[in-house]
C-alpha cells in the first residue's frame, strides 16, 4: 500500500513537472527526485510526511537564505588587507554558527514528527541524493562531450 502511494506521488509529480514551461522546469525535477529518495529512504509514512515535508522545506529557504546572504570577496585574496581578511573570516564563521543554530531548532521541531533514527537516515539520504546527482550531471556531461556516434552501413 505504502509502495503504491508513493508511485502515485511520483506519477503524479512527474506528469505535473512535464507540464511546466521555462527553465525552472529542471530544478522542479530534481527537487519532486529528492522528496521521493528522501521520502523512501527515511521510510517516512504518508502520515509523517504529511508533517515532515513543510518543516524541512522551511529549514532548506533558511539555509539557503543564510548561505546567500555570505559575502563573497570582490578582489583576489592576496590584495585584502589584513583587516579585511579577518573581518571576512569573521562574517564566514558567524554564519557558519548561525547555521548550526538553525539546524539544532530544526532538528528539535523534526524530532517531535519523526524519531531520532529517522532523522539520522536523513543526512545519510541527502548525503546519498547529492552524490547520485553528481555522478548523473557527470554522465551526463561525459556523453555531451563525446565525439558523434557513427552509424555502420
Not at 502520515?47 to 533558511?62: D, L, M, T
Not at 559575502?71 to 558567524?94: G, H, W
Not at 521541531?109 to 541524493?129: M, T
Amino acid at each position: 500500500m505504502r509502495k503504491a502511494l508513493l508511485l502515485l506521488v511520483c506519477v503524479l509529480g512527474f506528469v505535473h513537472l512535464q507540464a511546466q514551461p521555462g527553465p525552472g522546469r529542471n530544478h522542479q525535477k530534481i527537487e519532486a527526485m529528492r522528496v521521493s529518495f528522501i521520502t523512501t529512504e527515511m521510510q517516512l509514512t504518508p502520515e509523517e510526511a504529511e508533517k515532515f515535508w513543510p518543516i524541512y522545506n522551511e529549514y532548506r529557504e533558511k539555509v539557503r537564505a543564510i548561505r546567500q546572504s555570505g559575502n563573497e570577496l570582490d578582489k583576489p585574496v592576496m590584495d585584502l588587507s589584513e583587516e579585511e581578511a579577518r573581518a571576512f573570516i569573521e562574517q564566514r564563521m558567524d554564519r557558519e554558527e548561525e547555521l548550526m543554530r538553525l539546524k539544532r531548532e530544526y532538528y528539535l521541531r523534526l524530532r517531535e514528527v519523526v524519531s531520532a533514527r529517522k532523522l539520522i537516515l536523513l543526512d545519510r539520504a541527502e548525503r546519498k541524493f547529492k552524490e547520485r546527482l553528481l555522478r548523473e550531471m557527470q554522465k551526463r556531461r561525459q556523453g555531451q562531450n563525446a565525439p558523434p556516434r557513427r552509424h555502420k552501413k
